[in-house]
């Protein structure tokens, strides 16, 4: 299960498949292959817009939620689980099925007795309702970054950096590093050197241990594309 902000229509279909893999990219593509399959290490994504960041987050975000599914089935309406068919099965050992052998699902006991939890939030939205929930007197997001399988952080840098927003994430980070529980990132920064500028080095000590740093590069696909 996905919460936290919409990912929104025009980036639902980000899929690894549908992400063309090049020489300039292949590493954070294999990086979040990877955390969708094993369930960690965490990626932190630098680069310029429009170089697949986001895309990648969707990406790793669905198939990290559907090797769950996958493995329990899925109940119907009538509520008797489905497996997939031998047929299936056949289907993606030789990878023709849409994830193909690039989604072969690995799982703690625990995950698939408890079903995963996801939160996906632009840095922007997150800030903005964490102070919406300090007005409020509860912690109720904050509590679910903090806890959940699979944080997903994107635009980290587009926020006004504050004492407040500081804290905040200082305290995520650092809860989720204590208990190894995995978090993506995606950043316009450029190195380390900025991310540390920023948050600080005791945040980015944290991510460099729990997160592979990467830069995506390539072009801005945006330019090329239609407007839609
Ligand atoms: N390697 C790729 N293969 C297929 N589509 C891609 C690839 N890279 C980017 N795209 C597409 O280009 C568009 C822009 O990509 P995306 O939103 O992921 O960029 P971004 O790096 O997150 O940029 P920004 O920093 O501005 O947020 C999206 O529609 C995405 O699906
Ligand atoms: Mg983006």
Redesign the pocket.
């Known amino acids: 299960m996905i919460q936290g902000a919409p990912i929104g229509a ?2 639902e ?2 899929t690894f498949d ?5 020489d300039l ?1 292949r590493e954070p593509f294999e990086l979040c292959l990877r955390l969708a399959r094993e369930g960690r290490p965490g990626v932190l994504l630098m ?10 987050l969707v990406a790793t975000m669905k198939a990290f939620d559907r090797r769950l599914e996958g493995a329990r089935g899925e109940a119907g309406r009538d509520g008797l689980v489905r497996v997939p068919s031998a047929a299936d099965l056949l289907r993606m050992a030789a990878g023709e099925a849409e994830d193909g052998p690039r989604a072969v699902p690995t799982l703690s006991p625990e995950e698939i007795a408890r079903g995963a939890h996801l939160e996906y939030w632009p840095l922007l939205d997150l800030v903005c309702e964490l102070r919406l929930e300090i007005t409020r007197g509860n912690q109720e997001v904050s509590r679910r970054c903090r806890e959940c399988d699979l944080l997903v952080l ?2 980290l840098g587009a926020e006004r950096v504050t004492d407040f927003v500081l804290e905040e994430l200082e305290r995520i980070v650092d809860w989720r590093y204590r208990t190894l529980q995995p978090t993506a990132v ?1 950043t ?1 920064l450029k190195s380390t050197t900025e991310i540390s500028a920023k948050y600080g080095q005791r945040a980015l000590s944290r991510w460099s241990a729990s997160c592979e740093l990467v830069t ?1 590069l ?1 072009g801005d ?2 330019a090329s ?1 239609k407007p839609s």
Not at 18 to 22: A, G, I, L, M, R
């Open positions: 025009r980036l279909h980000c549908n992400f063309e893999v090049t990219n680069g310029k817009n429009g170089v697949g960041k986001t895309h990648l994107d635009d995606a316009n995506v390539g696909r945006r594309m």
